[in-house]
Nanobody, 119 residues
């Protein structure tokens, strides 16, 4: 099992910054990929940024140049630095991890953290 706990959300004015954290615990050795997703009210959950096991990083077009995903392996924590925030960035931000044990793939989600950007 892998547990994910997000933090760092809040209310910020447009143009401001926030840094989200996702702390992983449990069978973290089995994680093959981890990333950030968000869900705005009435909309489907969408990928924001994710790191893959091959070292590649992918960002949604809407956040490129503004958001940066990074990690601290010693702390088992992944961060999402969000700069130049816009009202359309408002939503619940979730951390998702893919893990593989004994050939079986699992996915885990955190509980989410609310980000609200005011205009």
């Amino acid at each position: 099992q892998v547990q994910l706990v997000e933090s760092g959300g809040g209310l910020v004015q447009a143009g401001g910054s926030l840094r989200l954290s996702c702390a992983a615990s449990g069978s973290t050795f089995s994680i093959t990929a981890i990333g950030w997703y968000r869900q705005a009210p009435g909309q489907q959950r969408e990928v924001v940024a994710r790191n893959s096991s091959d070292g590649s990083t992918n960002y949604a077009d809407s956040v490129k140049g503004r958001f940066t995903i990074s990690g601290d392996s010693a702390k088992n924590t992944v961060y999402l630095q969000m700069n130049s925030l816009k009202p359309e960035d408002t939503g619940v931000y979730y951390c998702k991890a893919l893990a593989k044990r004994r050939g079986i793939q699992y996915q885990y989600w955190g509980q989410g953290t609310q980000v609200t950007v005011s205009s």
